[in-house]
């Protein structure tokens, strides 16, 4: 019924961009709130960003503010997130996620209630 498909992770050399999309089924507009998170090997999974699908606003991760962009296509049904200057503390598998509730932080992962299967990101120096 719904689902998130991440793409457009890869390999980058650090200072290098990525753009990752996720696919949402029905569309984004369906949760109130999509987001980014990621988790490093033996790392703590962390919210890198979130867009309010019903008003515009997004909030980062003090890690990532200045270097990361999330936005959506409504369109193309897809939310993206542009990371520039990216460094090697950035590789992670990075996963899109997505609710409706607001009980708790953005970045508390039990908020969200669908998630896609993630995108592998690595950033070599």
């Known amino acids: 019924q719904v689902q998130l498909v991440e793409s457009g992770g890869g390999s980058v050399q650090t200072g290098g961009s990525l753009r990752l999309s996720c696919l949402a089924s029905?569309?984004?507009?369906?949760?109130?709130?999509m987001g980014w998170f990621r988790q490093a090997p033996g790392k703590e999974r962390e919210g890198v960003a979130i867009?309010?699908?019903?008003?515009?606003?997004?909030n980062y991760a003090d890690s990532v503010r200045g270097r990361f962009t999330i936005s959506q296509d409504n369109a193309k049904n897809t939310l993206y997130l542009q990371m520039n200057s990216l460094k090697p503390e950035d590789t992670a598998i990075y996963y899109c996620?997505?609710?409706?509730?607001?009980?708790?932080?953005?970045?508390?992962?039990?908020?969200?209630?669908?998630w896609g299967q993630g995108t592998q990101v690595t950033v070599s120096s």
């Open positions: 867009f309010y699908t019903r008003d515009g606003s997004a």
């Open positions: 029905p569309y984004t507009g369906r949760w109130a709130y």
């Open positions: 996620a997505a609710g409706t509730t607001f009980r708790g932080n953005w970045s508390d992962f039990g908020r969200y209630s669908d």
